[in-house]
């Protein structure tokens, strides 16, 4: 065999070798690498739903280690602030503080009310959107592994904002509903038929967060 | 769903393109709120004791694996409405997957009741003339709450009135056809109540504001299903 063929012959080889590995390369899902916003979710609200359907615990252990999670994973006075709408530029600073004591009470009974509606099941983590500099969407599916029927899984999403290095969720919405927002709407509507009276808020917060205690009948049904 | 309504859809028309909501201040177009809080207290009482009670009764008494199939079934003729409104706001890759879930489910799964077409990883979605005319850019007009048929602004309910258009089951016509509407009407409602039973009652009893909860969970389940359920981060306020 001349000396060009086997050339010839040992690049063709290289190159359809090369081909191949290229075409590996392409086939093979790359992972792609999670973002700290995403992984931020991940980890922790897992840890949440997980501690939600720990059965182990009593209820007011459950309770308590639910409050210090979301307490620690939110950044509760800025959430409750938004929820007031524009009272939080007329009402006083006592009131306001009052209100955030009685609203962190509040969001956490509500969350811990909802999300055990999800306990027991898996977050997936799907993408981000940078909404703008730190503040992040994080697209999640909750799938319930126990589902009778091939049900869909659960569009939820979690808006993350770097407060000086250190994520916090400020919303989450389900299906499309913001919590917060659906909130701030209530609380709105509230003031404007109790005469923008925060205090008044404050305790129809109070009131209602312990009838969730106490799983009791909700007193905001109409007559 | 497409649902027999008596509003003339003229009437409708001229409603609609005289109520515009108030930018982003959602809150604030509701200007009949006094006579919607009155309506939606009625039916909250029906809801509260004759649909809730019939919806436990239905979970008690039907199994569930007869329960998926039933809701299986409905949700599958609902499909050519969900497609002509893809066709009409420009989803082909969602017609398709529509036409797919339709031909899948009614053959290979027995006339709807099995929902092969997600084993098979095609998603559902559903669509209505409310959505198109969104996409189409016309505002929803004033919230309105209805006896019987709760939150139904003006663009909603057009929309549901040019949807029983859409569905070809209108044009059939048979012994008891009516009876036969008026139970597939029932049964939907009734399967859909039983569904949401428990994240109606959490939100329930965590509401300040029972009507404006419901008002605010209305406006953006809409507009999530208006976005394909893509959130429109700029329409997000700030904190």
């Not at chain 1, 977050?123 to 981000?128: A, P, T």
């Not at chain 2, 669509?127 to 909603?156: K, M, N, S």
């Not at chain 2, 039983?194 to 965590?206: D, F, L, M």
Request: with cysteine; hydrophobic share 40%.
């Amino acid at each position: 065999m001349h000396l060009s063929e086997m050339t010839g012959g040992r690049i063709r080889g290289t190159f359809f070798l090369g081909l191949l590995a290229v075409a590996f390369a392409l086939a093979i899902p790359q992972a792609r690498a999670a973002s700290p916003a995403e992984n931020f979710v991940s980890v922790n609200v897992q840890k949440g739903l997980a501690l939600l359907y720990n059965h182990g615990l009593t209820q007011a252990d459950k309770q308590a280690q639910f409050r210090d999670f979301l307490t620690s994973l939110t950044d509760m006075r800025r959430i409750a602030l938004f929820t007031l709408g524009p009272a939080r530029r007329t009402a006083s600073p006592t009131d306001i503080n009052e209100f955030v004591d009685a609203f962190h009470e509040f969001a956490v009974a509500v969350y811990e009310s909802r999300l055990s509606l999800y306990s027991g099941q898996t977050l997936r983590v799907m993408n981000s959107t940078a909404r703008a500099p730190g503040d992040y969407i994080v697209s999640t599916r909750i799938i319930d592994p126990n589902a009778q029927n091939a049900q869909q899984p659960l569009q939820v999403d979690f808006r993350v904002e770097d407060e000086n290095g250190k994520f916090v969720v400020i919303d989450v919405s389900v299906l499309g509903i913001w919590l917060a927002i659906e909130e701030r709407d209530q609380f709105t509507a509230f003031l404007d038929q109790n005469s923008d009276s925060v205090p008044a808020l404050a305790s129809h917060l109070r009131q209602l967060t312990q009838q969730m205690h106490n799983g009791g009948a909700p007193s905001s049904q109409p007559d | 769903m497409a649902t027999v309504r008596g509003f003339p859809l003229l009437f409708l028309g001229i409603w609609l393109t005289a109520c515009s909501t108030a930018g982003d201040d959602r809150a604030a177009n509701d200007p009949y709120e006094a006579t919607n809080r009155q309506v939606f207290a009625f039916d909250a009482k029906l809801d509260r004791n004759i649909l809730l009670p019939t919806a436990a009764f239905y979970t008690q008494v039907i199994p569930g694996p007869v329960r998926d199939s039933l809701h299986n079934f409905l949700a599958n003729i609902d499909l050519p409405v969900t497609f002509a409104n893809d066709i009409l706001q420009g989803e082909t890759k969602r017609g398709a997957q529509t036409v797919g879930r339709f031909v899948i489910n009614s053959t290979v799964g027995v006339g709807g009741l099995a929902d092969v077409a997600a084993k098979l990883g095609v998603p559902a979605h559903t669509e209505d003339f409310g959505q198109t005319l969104a996409v189409w850019g016309i505002p929803e007009g004033p919230y309105i709450v209805l006896p019987f048929l709760g939150p139904d602004p003006p663009r909603d309910a057009a929309g549901q009135v040019v949807d029983i258009f859409f569905d070809p089951t209108t044009y059939l016509r048979y012994k008891q056809h009516i009876w036969w509407s008026a139970g597939r009407v029932s049964v939907s409602v009734i399967d859909r109540r039983a569904r949401n039973a428990a994240i109606i009652q959490s939100i329930e009893r965590g509401s300040v504001d029972y009507y404006a909860s419901v008002r605010s969970l209305y406006r953006q389940h809409r507009q999530n299903e208006i976005n394909n359920g893509k959130t429109n981060t700029n329409d997000l306020p700030n904190f």
